[in-house]
């Protein structure tokens, strides 16, 4: 299970090259290991198990399902219009960008099992401190594509995750 900025209690050992504790004799954490990515997602293994990791990202992130990417988008809001922005305006947004602006990243889901949570690196389980988002995507292997733009006045990250077997329309 993922331990976030604390020590895996299990014997679980983490290699990582950071040091949130600044303590370089410390052990690993998850959360150590999450912050050795240094482009805008990456992949590491925590007990065994892949994990993306969405680097330097706000905590705000969220997930939609989308018709051209079978596995839906993660949403990184760098920056929203107002405060008084609704939930509405962000996913007429995300939907506004064209899959041409998508990038693929080299960066590959290995076979999931449709079952994800989406989580605040830092935090640890099971009693989340932060909100946590339960994600069902279709069993399969997943290729992440990345898109960074400014509609409607949003400054959206955008991560999509196609299904590795599917052409991309």
């Given at each position: 299970m993922w331990r976030g900025s604390e020590t895996p209690s299990d014997g679980r050992v983490v290699e990582a090259k950071f040091r949130w504790s600044a303590e370089p004799d410390k052990p690993a954490s998850d959360y150590d290991s999450a912050c050795d990515i240094e482009?805008?997602?990456?992949m590491i293994s925590v007990a065994g198990h892949p994990a993306l990791v969405l680097g330097d990202e706000v905590p705000m992130s969220t997930w939609l399902p989308h018709e051209q990417f079978s596995g839906g988008i993660l949403v990184v809001p760098m920056?929203?219009?107002?405060?008084q922005t609704d939930d509405e305006s962000l996913v007429r947004a995300v939907h506004a960008v064209s899959v041409k602006d998508f990038s693929r990243t080299g960066v590959s889901l290995p076979l999931s099992s449709g079952s994800c949570?989406?989580?605040a690196a830092v935090d640890n389980g099971p009693c989340w401190a932060y909100p946590t988002l339960r994600i069902s995507v279709d069993t399969a292997s997943y290729s992440i594509f990345s898109a960074e733009t400014r509609?409607?006045?949003?400054?959206?990250?955008?991560?999509?995750l196609h299904e590795s077997s599917k052409p991309l329309d």
């Open positions: 482009e805008l997602v990456g920056t929203w219009p107002s405060d949570r989406l989580i509609i409607a006045g949003y400054w959206p990250r955008l991560h999509a």
